[in-house]
């Protein structure tokens, strides 16, 4: 026993040091993921002409900038900060114009990597060490590529300074009245930051709350002494800032006053149901802050606090929203998949364009131009975010996965991190997903492309290839067409309608029916589009209806002058040289080969494999593709396969010990109903 115990120490040891030295290894890869953001971020700035970067630091400190001449600060409304920041900034105006660039811009870096440090030592404890290491560099990594931050380096604005403060006040202040300085300090700067000061009286930390309240009352006093007009320019003819920096109910004003103006509401009816809902949302916010601060999540209190300034603010620029992204730190779900959802949720809305979040439809408008606000009230009134009490806070209900299975092929391993789930994902989650890479798909797509010319040459290419391989059937196929009208129509409908309607029905169906069937479908299905976007890149191609002199009739969009091709509706929004593979036919044999595998019965496989032969005749019949598009079709598709395969291994084989829905959960309430299944071996 005692050799057995000396034998094991030197392997622990070993593991031990592996560990460590991955560990190693992460940290020093996401330090150089964050690194090279910043030097993006830079080189972005410093790389656009001097007239169209710092536009705002220009405008307030450049020559003829309103704090270097004589008259208000606010005479233009250029403007946008209080008096008191104004009377910070005058002694830059003496500053050389472009060292002031420079060192503003490498300030705001450095701001944003303090910002990031202290958030992640914020972190509710205990956490592990592994999670200590890592916070820091992923959370200087999501501020670069936030929206707020970049905004704050395209303008050359303040707006990382409040925020640095308030986490200064509330997490690394030696004492209360310094903690209370430097959130004074940042409501001096950014009024509406004062609702720091009752979180803090309300989690005992009184005397930092009265220093707050102090030190913004000597802070406002003295730069009323220095500027009375300007202080009461700003603070009772602009109400707190209202106004300034451009129209308030433009979409860069993600405030409850913006939207309500947005709304079509406005004077006294407007300002008495602005006040009212502040009013509304900073207590519930407060309410809901004090009770995460005592439980020990003051970072997520400091969020949801910050979240309701955004709301309550008169004015809340883009700039200035960075306590949304703070909100990630939350954990909402019982189930570990489901508390991926709210943290990926907050990460997309504070980097992507609303545009990509929700579809270009009328009826989502107004949520559109208020998502960033609605992600705010959201967090900041009623994402049901757990306790540390909870049990599902440190051991959610896991995810099952399929026992790992050998390689079909011995030559290729599968990938030993990439394990097959078997429970159901989180429905919301996926379709935040979907979307968005739907539309990353359709940029990425409307963007591809070397130009008509090179597009009509691929053709004249592919044209020539089909005939020496005797397959050009095109034309025939096109003019067969034509001379049949119920049969012309017919297609046309077929091509419009069914490309989008049947891929989401199946995924819809495995998402309901047969959940680790729906991962690895959903997997090859993405696979092949990306494949499939690579092809748009590399050869842009122009289809048979778009090649002058080949006499192919255009059925699906009329008659077209080639000169100057027009596609109505979808002229703007896509690219009609990308043809190379044909994703029409790709994404439709996916869906046949999928129906035909996992249909339960011979007449349903049937159909589906019907669906791509349809798809053929379509693509084909209306000169939408080359018959040499639907075979690069094919190929993405048949790639998408095999790489989720090579990733994913085999798919699980349906055994009775499965729960029916995949998860255990049979009344969708999120928990288990019951013990949970014995593991469900993969087929070999």
């Avoid at 954990?331 to 504070?350: E, M, N, S, T």
Wanted: proline share 7%; with cysteine.
């Amino acid at each position: 026993m005692v050799k057995a115990e000396h034998g094991g120490r030197p392997e622990e040891a070993v593991m031990g040091a592996e560990a460590g030295a991955r560990l190693r290894a992460a940290r020093l890869g996401l330090w150089a993921v964050a690194a090279l953001l910043a030097v993006r971020q830079l080189a972005v700035v410093l790389a656009t002409p001097s007239g169209q970067r710092l536009t705002d630091l220009e405008t307030w400190v450049g020559p003829g900038g309103v704090l270097d001449v004589k008259g208000s600060l606010y005479d233009s409304t250029t403007f946008t900060g209080t008096p008191f920041g104004g009377l910070a900034l005058k002694p830059l105006t003496k500053a050389a114009q472009q060292a002031l660039g420079w060192g503003w811009t490498f300030g705001t870096l450095l701001l944003v990597v303090a910002l990031g440090l202290v958030a992640a030592r914020a972190l509710p404890q205990p956490v592990s060490r592994r999670t200590s290491l890592l916070a820091t560099p992923v959370a200087v990594s999501l501020l670069m590529v936030s929206l707020p931050v970049r905004n704050t380096l395209w303008l050359g604005q303040t707006s990382i300074i409040p925020v640095l403060l308030v986490l200064l006040g509330c997490f690394t202040a030696r004492g209360q009245r310094d903690g209370g300085l430097c959130v004074g300090l940042a409501a001096a700067l950014q009024p509406a930051l004062l609702l720091f000061a009752p979180l803090l009286w309300f989690t005992g930390r009184r005397r930092a709350a009265l220093a707050a309240g102090l030190t913004f009352a000597a802070c406002t006093a003295l730069a009323w002494a220095a500027m009375p007009h300007d202080s009461a320019t700003y603070w009772i003819h602009h109400m707190a800032g209202t106004g300034l920096g451009g129209a308030a109910d433009a979409l860069a004003n993600q405030s409850l006053h913006g939207a309500l103006l947005r709304l079509g509401l406005s004077g006294p009816l407007e300002t008495v149901l602005f006040l009212a809902l502040a009013a509304v949302v900073a207590g519930v916010a407060l309410r809901r802050a004090v009770r995460y601060a005592r439980d020990g999540q003051l970072l997520l209190a400091v969020a949801i606090t910050g979240c309701a300034v955004v709301a309550v603010s008169p004015t809340a620029w883009q700039h200035q929203l960075l306590w949304v992204l703070l909100a990630v730190v939350g954990r909402v779900g019982r189930r570990a998949a489901d508390q991926y959802l709210w943290p990926v949720a907050v990460v997309l809305v504070v980097t992507l364009p609303t545009e990509m979040l929700l579809p270009n439809v009328s009826a989502l408008y107004s949520l559109r131009d208020n998502l960033v606000l609605l992600a705010a009230l959201a967090a900041a009134t009623a994402v049901p975010f757990l306790s540390t009490a909870s049990p599902y806070y440190r051991s959610p209900v896991p995810t099952r996965y399929a026992v790992p299975a050998a390689a079909r092929w011995s030559r290729v391993p599968l990938l030993p991190f990439w394990r097959r789930a078997l429970t159901r994902p989180s429905l919301l989650l996926e379709l935040l997903l979907i979307r968005v890479c739907y539309a990353a798909y359709s940029s990425v797509r409307t963007a591809a492309g070397g130009g008509r010319a090179v597009a009509e040459r691929h053709g004249h290419q592919v044209h020539a290839l089909e005939k020496a391989l005797h397959v050009d059937i095109e034309q025939w196929a096109n003019h067969a067409v034509v001379r049949v009208p119920w049969l012309e129509r017919f297609l046309g409908f077929y091509y419009e309608s069914f490309h989008f309607v049947v891929p989401l029905a199946v995924l819809g169906v495995l998402y309901a029916r047969r959940p680790a069937d729906y991962r690895w479908a959903r997997t090859s299905l993405g696979i092949a589009t990306l494949l499939g976007l690579l092809g748009f890149w590399l050869y842009p191609l122009a289809p048979p209806r778009l090649m002058p002199g080949l006499g192919f009739v255009d059925t699906v969009h009329g008659v077209q002058d080639l000169g100057k091709p027009d596609y109505g509706a979808m002229t703007e929004v896509t690219n009609q040289y990308a043809a190379m593979p044909s994703l029409h036919f790709g994404w439709s044999l996916w869906c046949g080969v999928v129906i035909a595998v996992l249909a339960p019965r011979w007449w349903l496989k049937a159909l589906g494999l019907l669906h791509p032969l349809f798809t053929v005749c379509a693509i084909v019949g209306t000169a939408n593709h080359w018959v040499l598009d639907a075979a690069g079709g094919a190929t993405v598709v048949a790639a998408g396969f095999t790489l989720t395969y090579l990733l994913t291994g085999p798919r699980p084989d349906p055994t009775p010990d499965t729960a029916p829905d995949g998860d255990g959960d049979d009344d969708g309430d999120g928990d288990r109903d019951g013990p949970a299944p014995r593991p469900v071996r993969a087929a070999v």
